[in-house]
């Protein structure tokens, strides 16, 4: 399936049915008076997150959501039937913003919530109901009240514990591979991957979910490459698993770069813990990746690990290291909130089996 972490969406609610202006004729009776009945309560349109989707897909073909309106009053005090509210169901991490792309209305985190985006009118009154003392046959009656109507923006953001970063070609998508079950695309050419892929591992009896974010390159928070608009995605994460190539001609400079883009795309992933990885360490001799890892240090003042993971080597060490940063909130959920992760075509596997 396709993914698309975007889309805009067109929702109206149904309008109000009018109030009926009817009295009543039955033969003997004295004095029937009004007997019109109100108007029914127009559709509402409600959001409502679920664990069986993880792409926006559905919204390229149908971006027009429209509730039933109310049905009209009628005659013998009888109320007009409502109409029937419609369910816009999203992936669990859906922000669901106003026009201006700006306004934040609902952030859709936890399955099963449902957040009410568009109320449906009210019906009017029937004649019945303007029936008094000094007026006793009243022949008028409400019409219903409006629904809202209202363009909306979805936005998706992956919802992961750790978030590959790194160049492109760093091997992100080829560690994924190795740690889990997903099976993303692996190439020897730039911005192999497209959008984030999702797997999950097994590290000290936990799950641990990762997402393979599209490679980073400098000015990617300005939109330069695909950086600024996949880079919502890792908000959401505990923690950064930034994987530099170990062949690189300076890998200082190459993680700044990263790490300069994190800090101008804004402050939530400024304060985000990393850990950081040299990869494809078995294209080199051991000096020189011992040599590139101490300037690294040198430079960052902060641990550098050892990694290959084509040759899978250095690999648990690294899962080991990113878990001490996962929020154990996450990782005591009940059993419906852990769907999230089953739905990622991602069978959980460990490094250890």
């Known amino acids: 399936m396709k993914f698309l972490d975007q889309a805009k969406i067109f929702v109206q609610s149904g309008d109000g049915g009018a109030g009926c202006v009817s009295f009543r004729r039955e033969k003997y009776i004295e004095f029937g008076g009004p007997n019109g009945g109100d108007g029914g309560k127009g559709g509402s349109v409600w959001v409502e997150a679920v664990t069986n989707l993880n792409t926006l897909i559905d919204f390229r073909y149908q971006q027009h959501f429209k509730a039933q ?147 980073l390159i400098e000015g990617a928070h300005e939109g330069v490459g695909l950086g600024d608009r996949f880079l919502k995605h890792v908000e959401r994460c505990s923690a950064f698993l930034h994987l530099i190539d170990a062949t690189s001609d300076d890998v200082v400079q190459v993680y700044e770069a990263i790490r300069k883009e994190l800090d101008l795309y804004n402050d939530v992933l400024k304060q985000k813990p990393e850990v950081i990885v040299l990869n494809k360490a078995d294209a080199l001799t051991d000096k020189e990746v011992a040599k590139k890892q101490n300037a690294l240090e040198k430079a960052i003042g902060k641990k550098v690990l050892i990694m290959s993971a084509i040759a899978k080597k250095g690999i648990f060490e690294c899962l080991l290291e990113v878990n001490k940063y996962i929020t154990r909130e996450r990782k005591h959920k009940d059993e419906d909130d852990k769907q999230i992760v089953v739905e990622t075509d991602s069978k959980p596997w460990s490094p250890l089996d």
């Open 69 to 215: 309106k109310g049905r009209n009053g009628m005659g013998s005090d009888k109320t007009g039937p409502k109409g029937e509210d419609i369910v816009i169901k999203v992936p669990i991490g859906t922000e669901i913003l106003a026009d201006d792309q700006e306004t934040l209305i609902v952030d859709m985190i936890t399955p099963g919530q449902r957040y009410l985006l568009a109320k449906g009118g009210d019906g009017g009154r029937g004649n019945a109901q303007f029936k008094s003392s000094t007026n006793q046959a009243p022949r008028y009656a409400e019409p219903g009240w409006p629904g809202q109507e209202m363009w909306v923006w979805l936005r998706l953001k992956v919802i992961a514990d750790v978030g590959l970063i790194g160049m492109p070609n760093a091997g992100k998508s080829t560690f994924l591979s190795v740690v889990t079950s997903a099976r993303p695309k692996i190439a020897d050419y730039p911005f192999t991957t497209l959008h984030p892929n999702l797997g999950v591992a097994w590290v000290d009896g936990y799950e641990m979910v990762i997402a393979d974010i599209p490679g």
